[in-house]
């Protein structure tokens, strides 16, 4: 899918290369027609095919679900000298340089300008080894400058997790996140095959 999709965007307006522009909508629409509607989400879930817990169906729209913001959040302080970008870096190195605040009892957690924290969804998202999801953001919040995730959107199949999400104020406002809030969606793909995810982000926490 991501080839595709870089195939689009780079190439779709190039006037010399007309049969590649054709395959490549090809491939887009494609692409396209296999997320799943709100309606085929519901299915899903009432087979038990898919598991979202907790779930109100009332966040499902005409092709994603909406997810609500949890109450902790992981923020990052001050450290001295570079920090490794690299294969050979644990996965959870990050750890090393944040701490977890938990906003209860209504409380919500101030993001100044250009900062960035870790938030995780309330709900736990279990998918069948033949359904993809990607999370995006939410309109009315990107027009504050919120971003939900940073290059990290796919979930894969077979995952069973809250979504981490890695969230980012691109704004000049002081943005405050309140736990349970619907702050971003999950759309749902089919995948040609099966697959199932076991790495080490499997049960992530923050």
Not at 106 to 127: A, D
Not at 157 to 183: C, D, H, M, R, W
Not at 190 to 201: D, K, S, V
Request: glycine share 8%; with cysteine.
């Amino acid at each position: 899918m991501a080839k595709f999709l870089y195939e689009f965007y780079t190439n779709i307006n190039c006037r010399t290369n007309v049969q590649a522009n054709l395959r490549i909508y090809h491939n887009f629409w494609f692409i396209i027609m296999c997320i799943l509607s709100g309606t085929e989400i519901k299915k899903q879930l009432k087979e038990e095919k898919l598991t979202i817990e907790p779930c109100d169906y009332a966040n499902i729209g005409i092709a994603s679900i909406d997810l609500t913001l949890g109450d902790e959040f992981r923020y990052f302080v001050h450290h001295n000298g570079p920090v490794p970008i690299s294969d050979e870096a644990g996965a959870k190195d990050y750890q090393k340089f944040s701490r977890i605040m938990k906003c209860d009892d209504g409380r919500p957690y101030f993001l100044g300008p250009g900062q960035m924290c870790l938030g995780i969804t309330k709900e736990r998202v279990q998918l069948p080894s033949d359904l993809c999801a990607l999370v995006e953001g939410r309109s009315r919040f990107a027009r504050l400058g919120l971003s939900v995730h940073i290059t990290a959107s796919f979930i894969n199949p077979g995952s069973n997790n809250q979504t981490v999400l890695e969230i980012f104020n691109a704004s000049s406002l002081t943005l405050a996140l309140y736990p349970g809030t619907k702050v971003c969606q999950m759309i749902f793909m089919t995948m040609e095959g099966q697959a199932h995810y076991n790495g080490i982000f499997q049960d992530q926490a923050l």
